[in-house]
Nanobody, 116 residues
Framework: QVQLVESGGGLVQAGGSLRLSCGASGSAASINDIGIDWSRQAPGKEREFVARITSGGSTAYGDSVKGRFTISRDNAKNTVYLQMNSLKPEDTAVYYC????????WGQGTQVTVSS
């Protein structure tokens, strides 16, 4: 099963920015040839799709983050990023990444808290 690790979360004021990272833990195989999704979940709410990037670099975004978030990947670093700009309090959640179409284990996620 694929195990990914999220990082980069933190506390930021509304209007600020954060960049999240998603990468294979330890000596795991490259994730460059698979699609990666970012999703988020706030307490008491369902998990929400945030962004997707394919192995070819095609991207898609959830309606709530379009125009503010950008997903990208750096194959040399075996890492997928989520650049989050113009953050709003409603973006507060735990953010997770997952590979597509392969068995995986949910990671711990990274907490993003946006204060007003």
């Amino acid at each position: 099963q694929v195990q990914l690790v999220e990082s980069g979360g933190g506390l930021v004021q509304a209007g600020g920015s954060l960049r999240l990272s998603c990468g294979a833990s330890g000596s795991a195989a490259s994730i460059n040839d698979i699609g990666i999704d970012w999703s988020r979940q706030a307490p008491g709410k369902e998990r929400e799709f945030v962004a997707r990037i394919t192995s070819g670099g095609s991207t898609a975004y959830g309606d709530s983050v379009k125009g503010r978030f950008t997903i990208s990947r750096d194959n040399a670093k075996n890492t997928v990023y989520l650049q989050m700009n113009s953050l709003k309090p409603e973006d507060t959640a735990v953010y997770y990444c997952r590979p597509l179409a392969v068995p995986f284990i949910w990671g711990q996620g990274t907490q993003v808290t946006v204060s007003s």
